[in-house]
């Protein structure tokens, strides 16, 4: 089984629109919880990390349930350049299990 | 503002040689780590290492090796290089995690290596 499963998509939805990636995580001890966001041929970058509390950042709200092992990203009014592949991490030990990402492309 | 740099951003190499991946980082972080990425397959971890001269395999070792002299560079070395190994290398460093406090990657923005 994998550490991290995310569904691969793509999502394709329209400018404005509210869209929900899940993923869910194998190790119930695994420690820290990030959302990467990675444009094609290009790094993946830091998006948000995902407290316990849930967070949010503008547009962008991230939650954390620990009881079913799985974190959400929540994209509000989805904009053009929100077009990218999202990537779920979780970190156990100062080590960190990427999902194999969600593709989200936003159209006009 | 973190920075990660790799040597190269793209490379061509022949099959059989032996090749050097570089990574520096000027953050004084104690954790690096190198990836590959493949489509359909995502990030894979190759090697890992937590502080100087030491060095973790991960996931797929096979056919690479690593060096860490100093703490800012992470060398990653194809001891042979074969045609499978052409994909995306991304490394990547951190700090050491707290018990509280959550420390994101940053990665170097990637080389590009195929073998041929």
């Known amino acids: 089984r994998k550490e991290v499963e995310q569904d691969p998509g793509p999502f394709n939805v329209p400018e404005g629109a509210t869209v929900a990636f899940n993923c869910t995580y194998s190790n119930s001890a695994s420690q820290s919880f990030f959302w990467y966001r990675q444009d094609c041929r290009k790094e993946p970058k830091l998006l948000m990390s995902?407290?316990?509390s849930g967070n949010e950042d503008g547009r962008f709200t991230a939650q954390l349930n620990r009881a079913s092992q799985y974190i959400s990203l929540l994209i509000r009014d989805s904009k053009l350049s929100d077009s990218a592949t999202y990537l779920c991490?979780?970190?156990?030990?100062?080590?960190?299990?990427f999902g194999s990402g969600t593709k989200l492309n936003v159209k006009p | 503002d973190v920075k990660v740099t790799q040597s190269s951003r793209y490379l061509v190499k022949r099959t059989g040689e032996k090749v050097f991946l570089e990574c520096v980082q000027d953050m004084d972080h104690e954790n690096m780590f190198w990836y590959r990425q493949d489509p359909g397959l995502g990030l894979r971890l190759i090697y890992f290492s937590y502080d100087v001269k030491m060095k973790e395999k991960g996931d797929i070792p096979e056919g690479y090796s690593v060096s860490r002299e100093k703490k800012e560079r992470f060398s990653l070395i194809l001891e042979s290089a074969s045609t499978n190994q052409t994909s995306m290398y991304l490394c990547a460093s951190s700090f050491r995690q707290g018990a509280t406090v959550n420390y994101g990657y940053t990665f170097g923005s990637g080389t590009r290596l195929t073998v041929v």
């Open positions: 991490v979780v970190s156990n030990f100062n080590k960190f299990y």
């Open positions: 995902v407290y316990s």
